[in-house]
């Protein structure tokens, strides 16, 4: 295995994984740059450089990726509300700013690392190998904006890796821990969290028999750093979990470990996306390629992970008042 870069550059670091991976990289001794259009809640605390800056700056991005080993590239606008709502601003931040990471990281030779999604496999037949076919629906439903985006950055990378650029693409399923999203545009597991610890409903959109997996986020660093580390030729790798979970079964292990008494609900999708939309029905990665190319395993168990989550959510109430992220 090759030794480990020196200086990373993270975009989107100010957000969830972004903000976990400065922990370790920062943690293993590596000297890390952030770079998010936000600002971060903790301030410099975790030893690493934040800048707050946008990747539709080019000229930016160039010079930060020039005086940096590598780049994680991370930043993105994601969640299926903000799919559904505004598809083009999403689509126009995520694409334009794989475009100028890519451009600059070739022009000065640095590896890239993508930070891609389980939405590509779209409504396939899981568990989803890296070799599947990506199946989406018609153009008209917005849902498949992001997934199809997110496709779109992959060729951009593996084209990049073409013309010689290092390039490593990772897919997550359903990331989750400490400091996720929990507002408006959250995931799935900080919502059901904050509701439970706030005594509110728990909303299951569709009637909860669709099943996910999901991937404590330490895990996900691991396989992001082991990712980074592989040297030999551009790679596509699932991050996973092969835990596959109902929603609804999902909601009553949160409220049950968080000894709550919220209610859980169902909301017909209809009601939610009026303009119409369109269910996966089970989302389940193969993880065997990750186990193959470096010994990936995930470690943390759905119901130890989702204990460590809800501690962090209580223990830090200010997270859970924010409705608007
Ligand atoms: N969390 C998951 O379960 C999950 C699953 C699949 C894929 N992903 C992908 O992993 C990456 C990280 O996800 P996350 O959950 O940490 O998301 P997040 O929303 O918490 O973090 C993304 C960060 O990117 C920043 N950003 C967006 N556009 C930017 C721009 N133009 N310039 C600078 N900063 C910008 C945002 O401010 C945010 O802080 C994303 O690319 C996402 O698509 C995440």
Redesign the pocket.
């Known amino acids: 295995m090759p030794s480990r870069p020196e200086s990373c550059l993270i975009?989107?670091g100010?957000?969830?994984?972004?903000y976990h991976l400065a922990q370790r990289l920062v943690s293993m001794g590596c000297e890390v740059t952030i770079?998010?259009?936000?600002g971060l809640d903790s301030g410099g605390s975790i030893g690493c450089r934040y800048l707050k800056?946008?990747?539709?700056d080019e000229s930016l991005v160039r010079s930060l990726v020039a005086g940096h080993d590598c780049v994680y590239h991370?930043?993105?606008?994601?969640g299926v509300r903000r799919t559904m709502e505004s598809p083009a601003d999403m689509l126009e931040?995520n694409v334009a700013?794989t475009i100028h990471v890519l451009r600059a990281a070739l022009a000065h030779g640095k590896k890239v690392l993508f930070?891609?999604?389980?939405e590509v496999y779209g409504k396939g037949t899981p568990p989803f190998a890296e070799s599947a076919d990506l199946v989406f629906g018609p153009t008209q439903k917005l849902r498949w904006s992001y997934a199809v985006g997110k496709a779109l950055e992959e060729y951009l990378c593996l084209g990049y890796a073409k013309k010689g650029l290092p390039v490593a693409i990772v897919r997550?399923f359903?990331?989750y821990g400490p400091r996720q999203?929990q507002g408006l545009y959250g995931?799935v597991v900080a919502k059901f969290i904050a509701s439970a610890l706030k005594g509110d409903d728990i909303v299951v959109y569709g009637d909860g028999s669709q099943t996910r997996s999901f991937t404590y986020v330490s895990d996900a660093v691991d396989a992001t750093i082991a990712a980074m580390q592989y040297s030999a030729g551009p790679c596509v790798v699932n991050i996973g979990c092969d835990e596959e979970i109902a929603i609804a079964d999902l909601a009553r292990i949160i409220r049950k470990l968080a000894k709550s008494t919220s209610a859980i609900v169902t909301v017909p999708y209809e009601r939610i996306f009026p303009d119409g939309f369109e269910e996966v029905p089970r989302r389940l990665p193969s993880i065997l390629k990750a186990q193959q190319l470096f010994g990936y395993h995930p470690h943390v168990a759905l119901e130890e992970g989702l204990r460590q989550t809800i501690a962090w959510f209580r223990a830090s109430a200010a997270a859970l008042p924010k409705e608007e992220d």
């Open positions: 975009t989107g100010g957000g969830f994984i972004g770079i998010d259009n936000k800056g946008d990747l539709q991370m930043a993105a606008l994601l931040n700013g930070a891609s999604t389980s997550y359903n990331v999203k995931g």
